[in-house]
């Protein structure tokens, strides 16, 4: 167990549809990232927040968007789902500048099916 | 930008067989790189980290990998594998261009330990 959570861990939506992923880090880690796990692209990072600040953007499609709260848990949001957006989405969570930085550390994941 | 390459997406291996996975990136500037384990169904888990120094890192569950910067491979490797080690196994890469926050992965190699 990692120490990260994420919920829900099945998700089953039709094309169209607007979904909200949520993620809750480690405790003590201000850092937050998202990856799409899929079988044809692979594993793709997406977005990276510190303490509640964006702070990297990597192939993140503008229909989908994510947030940081206070309480550093973060959400990602999904919308106008294609049938191509069907993927495991992960959350890690690192304890960015004190200790061990550059560690990741990875949730369970989210499996979201689009129909 | 970086990237890596994984050469084999499958590796078929007997148990208590030695094993190689191969993984090869491309950077311009200096890197971190790592090895993670994903099961069936979970998420992923850290197995090792090359950060700086020793070119020899040890890791979990009997994993070793090496960093030979010339190069720039980061083999893993396992003197004897068992059952348990079946997995999916991602090499990834981070950079200073990214300020370390971001992970690059490669496609992934499928560890497959048959008796």
């Known amino acids: 167990d990692s120490g990260v959570t994420q919920t829900p861990k099945h998700l089953i939506t039709a094309t169209g549809q607007r979904v909200t992923l949520r993620c809750s880090p480690r405790?003590?880690?201000?850092?937050v990232y998202w990856y799409q796990q899929s079988l044809d692209q692979g594993l793709q990072f997406l977005i990276h927040?510190?303490?509640?600040?964006?702070?990297a953007k990597g192939n993140i499609l503008e229909r989908f968007s994510a947030q940081q709260f206070p309480d550093l848990h973060s959400e990602l949001n999904l919308s106008s789902l294609e049938l191509g957006d069907s993927a495991l989405y992960f959350c890690?969570?690192?304890?960015?500048?004190?200790?061990?930085?550059?560690?990741?550390?990875f949730g369970p994941g989210t499996r979201l099916t689009v129909l | 930008a970086q990237s890596v390459t994984q050469l084999d997406s499958q590796v078929p291996v007997f148990e208590e067989a030695p094993v190689e996975l191969r993984c090869n990136y491309s950077?311009?500037?200096?890197?971190?790189l790592f090895w993670y384990v994903q099961y069936p169904n979970q998420g992923l888990q850290l197995l090792l980290k090359?950060?700086?120094?020793?070119?020899l890192v040890k890791g979990i569950n009997g994993f070793e990998a090496e960093f030979n910067k010339s190069q720039t491979s980061f083999h893993l490797r396992k003197p004897s594998v068992h059952i348990s080690d079946t997995a999916e196994y991602f090499c990834?890469?981070?950079?200073?261009?990214?300020?370390?926050?971001?992970?690059?992965f490669g496609k992934g190699t499928m560890l497959l330990v048959s008796p």
């Open positions: 950077s311009s500037v200096s890197v971190y």
């Open positions: 990834a890469v981070s950079s200073m261009n990214s300020g370390y926050s971001t992970l690059t």
């Open positions: 405790s003590g880690d201000l850092s």
């Open positions: 927040y510190y303490n509640g600040e964006e702070r």
């Open positions: 090359y950060l700086s120094g020793s070119t």
């Open positions: 890690a969570s690192s304890q960015v500048g004190a200790g061990d930085l550059t560690t990741q550390y």
